[in-house]
């Protein structure tokens, strides 16, 4: 079982930026592929972005493509989301999540394991 933990979120002004980490223990995160969804309140979960278990390959969701990055320091066992040009509809409870396999998925039910949350929240 893999254990994840994000941080890093925080208020920022519109147009700003934010990084958020997710840090595994339990298990080597350079096992799994992760992804990071975010959920608004009264909203679906979304998902923002996905990097393989190598690192190889991401995925963007349309709403952050251009503006967010991902990317993993399988060495520190931590994955990193990096979102830039922030948006109001940015807001949301990020999370990020495992997946015991090579690719990613842009899917959130073909993760396992997911992480608490962290709070992003983009001031107008």
């Known amino acids: 079982q893999v254990h994840l933990v994000e941080s890093g979120g925080g208020l920022v002004q519109a147009g700003g930026s934010l990084g958020v980490s997710c840090a595994a223990s339990g298990r080597t995160l350079s096992w799994y592929a992760i992804g990071w969804f975010r959920q608004a309140p009264g909203k679906e979960r979304e998902f923002v972005a996905a990097?393989?278990?190598?690192?190889?390959?991401?995925y963007y969701g349309d709403s952050v493509k251009g503006r967010a990055t991902i990317s993993r320091d399988n060495a520190k066992n931590t994955v990193y989301l990096q979102m830039n040009s922030l948006k109001p509809e940015d807001t949301a409870v990020y999370y990020c999540a495992s997946r015991p396999a090579v690719r990613a998925s842009t899917l959130w039910y073909e993760y396992d394991y997911w992480g608490q949350g962290t709070q992003v929240t983009v001031s107008s």
């Open positions: 990097i393989s278990w190598s690192g190889s390959s991401t």
